[in-house]
């Protein structure tokens, strides 16, 4: 049986389910694809880091026991022991994918697991942000978007600590950015309609398995003859990243705080530094508190007058400077915060099952939750984006969190709150773009998230890597930012930066002037340059107190600039093409087998090769080239493709351009920033 | 529907199964108790420590569709969706206890879950030896004999170091004797007939659900009104210890090693402190080699010349000194041993797939496995012991391991491995125990197994508790074998003791001297005495180089020996009754709920109650008593019931005994051995 529209093709015979020539599902009769099965999880969260644990009471192994075919579709009907218990629907739609919607006839049943053939040698890619590995191959992956952890392995003495003292530890899959969609080397993409727990398996060597606390919308398949194809239909479909305004091409970043006072005392410091500025990011210009974890934000959406007096004009000031100011916000209201009253007698907080408003416990302090579902205060709080950060002036913000909604909690619209709970990323997404959008400053105001789920390609118009540890730890680390972008890159998010330095400083985890500037290195290679303070600003290496490290971070701001005509162009691909600005190499070089394996490499554009040095005390590196001919952008040496170990003194990031790029002259232009 | 047979009843309902009226089963036809399965594990072993990951690929919830009744039996239709898939039969049987038996129709059906009623407030005790909880209620069990793990508690940095440097670090449930066997509060007994893997889970409220990786033979149900009765009717079943031979009475056995000369130079330090020998235990008599793990044995099953050479005639010296002499020796054969191409070219080792030996890596050297199935291999192995430990004059051994079989190995008799792992311990005891019994020799040799299962009742003259760590954790170190003991009594053995000082020193746990003391006072109170060096000798404190230790010693041995009548009261209550040696105190006081949470205090027989000092520079333990009147060893004070704080320095472990025991005089004798 078989039916085709366009050039596509969706075959079936007792073994097989082809799609494009892709066996989709294999051995059918004997080895069930399908699934069903009632579950009943335990689900626990500790600031955001949640423990679950499933008890499967049933599960069925589904055969096709019959089937309906119609013009564009197939319908399974899948049995039991002859008996029918759901319905697969297979339907070729009218641009060309396929889409599978599974029917039961019982609502009981709360778990799927769907098989997809495998082969031995197939990559993985994407499932959003994924910090360990960027080939999933070989392991599986519980999405569900949380905390990520700190250390993020088992193996470590950083993690140990941290689920033995602070239950906050991570593993490999724990991320703020998971999601169901994924594109195999196979050449088709995968995307499943859902905001369901998920846990895909790519362990086994002949399927993988999907698992879902819900039955799916539907699971989208598409097909292409090239993953830039894939991506572009990938995004097509889930939205792109629009190219950053141009303002943040204009220099650095600052992460500082402390007040008006203060961070015109550290502008100057990084203007004696000639360091170029973009913009002061001053998270704590709504307030701060003091917490165990460190020096905390009070999480009260308007200027704090102590800190901060009079900032709308402060701000203006500081613009005509040519700096712009970011701030900072999340989606909850602390208990003890000035708005909380308010929105708590407006009923605009989730609640608890007694009526009550539910408070979580963010470490420390306690908060409400803007329930989202309910449109007053999704509106209240949008508003409040728009009149306390845009009408002041903020020409960005943080938009952090999204990760923490209970699953134990009760909302406005009656929805449950385990099938929302992935999705509350896109729902702040949404509100902070909303704000940007009514006021009419798409072009000029930029949000960037941690948390994401599926949408957040065309609702969040930067991601940043969330709270890596200050050190070298490939789990958690600097490393770590580079698999996350080429992750989220395949899940068609474009757009993505990190702490320059990293954040978190626990567990005898200080940050280094080494770190900082390895990290500032890399991002100058990235579509946005900006640095964090951390969470122990105090105990741990800033750059504005380091005159060394200043005269590094102002040339490699400096090469930042000059590369912005690049970044334009990189940006418009994203924005147009679905290609990530940091980008696999296998996206130019699919045929290389080797690139497959790259983790710690992207290419910026097609045209510039980074590979980080993320090691310590490392000066060279050991890196790949596809073949091409590549110019090493310090030394000016042409190399080919192959494996290459290329010194790489702290200051001399190993970078290399294509000596057949249109930028080429520019690219020369870089040497000269950094060395002279 | 009810079955009677003498004072027995079984009664079914739509609503519940009850017997002796215990609910076993409730709401059985909208909450199924029988979940059939399909599963395929993944299961690895390093160095006897197992990861074990399975994927149920199909499990059905069944409830009954009909049923058959005869004069003892009963028997339901089990079914899913109205078609059968399996029968429960229950039946009365002769002496009262209720079996039931599953039977499927289907081969592939591996998995079987049953769960019986549980109230709120029940308790649940047994499963073999368990060293962190007693109480198992609010955790489950996975039961798969294996190395117990370093340190046995994820939070700890010494598991931390034992899994991350060595795959090591076991956890709350990892034991080398685990037994698909408890006692619960409800006054009944529950006893799977099966050597499957089995995860028997108490977190549920309402329900236990009893996992077994196989259908067991039968389930059997015991009631009784009393723990006591309880133990006898389980023992009846699965067999008791009999009481240890008199000379394991007369003192202490030291474990010392290094040759005959070394071990005559450590029995004349004994001997000048005045610590009274009944024999020394040598484990390295048959040679030693050095591995990363510490001093290793050679695992060649003949005295080693270099070290004892005509250890016949010197053990028969010995022996005319008073002083017996005990080995070592366990199932398995070192690849460099002079024994093993004897062994292989018989065939007596378990092979690979391929027909090779299958070797396994007990930590820097290899070995064959003694095939147990094969009728001329277990017949070779214990004439072995017969002729090169028995007739060399051994008084007894270690008979180490038990836990290692693979379950990818090749059996003789083709039997699973999966369903004989759990099973080689009883294999390996009666091992020990026929060639002991063929020698006519039962009343005067022992041997002692950390290994355990369902038979090890019968089979095993002793349990030791295991390769603690040497210092204080609770999980691993001196505490944690006083719920070893509690659990493996209330599973019906009966006699059981340990490492004095523990064994395993690594990851920087090096044993004190106090430690040893506290370990030392406890012993004095269980019902064999016995030191060891542990892996690093040098390294760690030896009582034999510290006179006041030494001193200590040597007035506890005396209260060992005084004690001498009253333990052979105590082995024939165990011996005769199935009441064990360490009593967990509501075996005497059943209707005091207190007691009922106590895991680190017990009863030695009716009378004396020990509550040891597990913390460091400790010097008082708070302990309760139940109601009667107690007499504090030391002190001569009378306690009533309640909770205490007891002044308890190094030296002066709390015990007391009833003041209304047959025992008194004697009790009183033992304040002078210790404070004189």
Redesign the interface.
């Known amino acids: 049986m078989e039916i085709r529209h366009k050039t596509h093709i969706l075959k079936i015979t007792d073994q097989k389910i082809t799609y494009d020539d892709r066996c989709l599902m294999s051995g059918i009769d004997q080895t069930p694809f399908c699934?069903l099965?009632h579950g009943d999880a335990d689900i626990t969260m500790y600031r955001g880091n949640f423990d679950i644990v499933d008890d499967?009471?049933?599960?069925?192994?589904l055969t096709p026991i019959d089937h309906e075919m119609h013009e564009t579709t197939l319908t399974l009907i899948m049995g039991y022991?002859g008996?029918p218990y759901a319905t697969c629907m297979f339907e070729l739609s009218q641009n060309g994918d396929l889409s599978l919607r599974v029917e039961t006839t019982d609502a009981r049943w709360n778990r799927l697991w769907l098989r997809l053939d495998a082969e031995p040698d197939e990559h993985v890619f994407g499932c959003g942000e994924q910090l360990s590995y960027f080939d999933l191959r070989g392991h599986h992956f519980p999405l569900w978007t949380s905390e990520p952890g700190v250390g993020r392995n088992?193996?470590?003495?950083t993690t140990?600590y941290a689920?033995?003292r602070d239950h906050a530890g991570g593993d490999w899959w724990t991320t703020n950015y998971p999601e169901p969609t994924f594109i195999s080397s196979k050449r088709y993409l995968c995307h499943a309609d859902t905001f369901v727990y998920a846990d895909f398996d790519f362990r086994p060597k002949g399927y993988h398995e999907l698992q879902f606390w819900g039955i799916p919308k539907r699971i989208i398949f598409r097909t292409a003859t090239s993953y830039q194809e894939l991506l572009r239909k990938l995004t097509d479909m889930l939205g792109r990243q629009q190219p950053l305004p141009s303002w943040t091409s204009e220099g650095f970043i600052a992460g500082v705080q402390g007040g008006s006072e203060r961070v015109d005392e550290l502008i100057s410091r990084f203007r004696r530094a000639q360091v170029p500025l973009a913009g002061v990011w001053c998270q704590d210009w709504e307030g701060v508190r003091i917490t165990d974890f460190g020096k905390r934000l009070f999480w009260n959406w308007s200027a704090n007058d102590q800190l901060y007096p009079e900032l709308k004009s402060k701000i203006a000031a500081w613009r005509r400077e040519g700096i712009r100011f970011l701030g900072y916000i999340n989606p909850y209201i602390a208990a003890d915060a000035s708005q909380f009253p308010q929105a708590e007698q407006s009923g605009f907080f989730a609640r608890r099952k007694d009526g009550t408003t539910y408070l979580v416990d963010f470490g420390g302090f306690d908060c409400g939750v803007i329930d989202f579902t309910n449109p007053a205060a999704y509106d209240w709080f949008k508003n409040l984006i728009k009149t306390n950060l845009i009408d002041v002036g903020l020409s960005g913000w943080m938009a952090d969190f999204g990760e923490y909604l209970p699953t134990d909690v009760v909302l406005f619209d009656g929805s449950n709150p385990l099938e929302r709970h992935n999705e509350w990323p896109a729902l702040w997404a949404r509100c902070n773009r909303d704000a940007i959008h009514e006021a009419g400053r798409e072009r000029e105001i930029i949000f960037f998230m941690r948390a994401g789920t599926s949408g957040t390609q065309g609702l969040c118009p930067l991601l940043w890597a969330g709270d890596q540890s200050v050190n070298w730890s490939l789990d958690d680390g600097l490393a770590s930012v580079i698999p996350a972008a080429l992750s989220a890159g395949m899940t068609g998010c474009g757009l993505t930066h990190s702490d320059i330095g990293g954040y978190t400083s626990r567990y005898g985890n200080i940050r280094t002037r080494e770190l900082f500037m390895r990290w500032a290195e890399m991002a100058a290679f990235t579509p946005f340059m900006r640095s964090h303070e951390g969470n122990r600003p105090d105990t741990n290496f800033q750059v504005y107190d380091d005159p060394d490290a200043l005269n590094h971070l102002a040339r490699y701001v400096h090469v930042f600039r000059l590369l912005a005509s690049y970044r334009t162009h990189v940006m418009s691909e994203a924005a147009e093409l679905g290609l990530p600005a940091q980008r696999a190499l296998f996206l130019h070089y699919e045929d290389d087998e080797i690139t497959y394996s790259l983790k710690y490499e992207y290419l910026l554009g097609q045209d510039l090769l980074i590979a980080p040095v993320y090691e310590q005390a490392q000066t060279t590196r050991r890196l790949y080239l596809p073949e091409d001919t590549w110019v090493h952008l310090w030394s000016g040496a042409r190399y080919g493709g192959g494996w290459h170990s290329i010194e790489a003194p702290l200051g001399q990031i190993p970078v290399f351009f294509r000596a057949s790029s249109p930028f080429v002259e520019l690219f020369d232009g870089l040497k000269s920033a950094v060395l002279d």
């Open positions: 699934y099965g499967v009471i049933e599960r069925l192994p022991q008996a088992k193996t470590t003495l140990f689920d033995s």
